[in-house]
Nanobody, 121 residues
């Protein structure tokens, strides 16, 4: 199967930056990867995704502030977050799927444990 492990979360002041990393390991051939954000009382939101061709998508709330990238050779995913706002607070989950259509459907079969990001005002 597949295991995803996130690192890089923490506490940061508004306007600051954080870089999240995700390491994928297992037997599944991953194509699409992304980052879901879960805030208390709110539905999970796919804030960024990237498929196997390099096609990138961002949610309206983070576009222009976040940058998603991947290292295919090392099977790693990254999320560079800048100009952070209190509204960015939440648990960020690394997600992956064997199909590139997952970025269109917002459906991913594999999820990491999540890493907490807290932005103070």
């Amino acid at each position: 199967q597949l295991q995803l492990a996130e690192t890089g979360g923490g506490l940061v002041e508004a306007g600051g930056s954080l870089r999240l990393s995700c390491a994928a390991s297992g037997t599944i051939n991953v194509k699409a990867m992304g980052w879901f954000r879960q805030a208390p009382g709110k539905p999970a939101e796919l804030v960024a995704s990237i498929d196997s061709t390099g096609l990138i998508q961002y949610s309206k709330s983070v576009k222009g502030r976040f940058t998603v990238s991947r290292d295919n050779a090392k099977n790693r995913l990254y999320l560079q977050m800048t100009s952070l706002e209190p509204e960015d607070t939440g648990v960020y989950y690394c997600v992956a799927d064997p199909s590139d259509t997952s970025t269109l459907l917002d459906h991913f079969d594999y999820w990491g444990q999540g890493t907490q990001v807290t932005v103070s005002s």
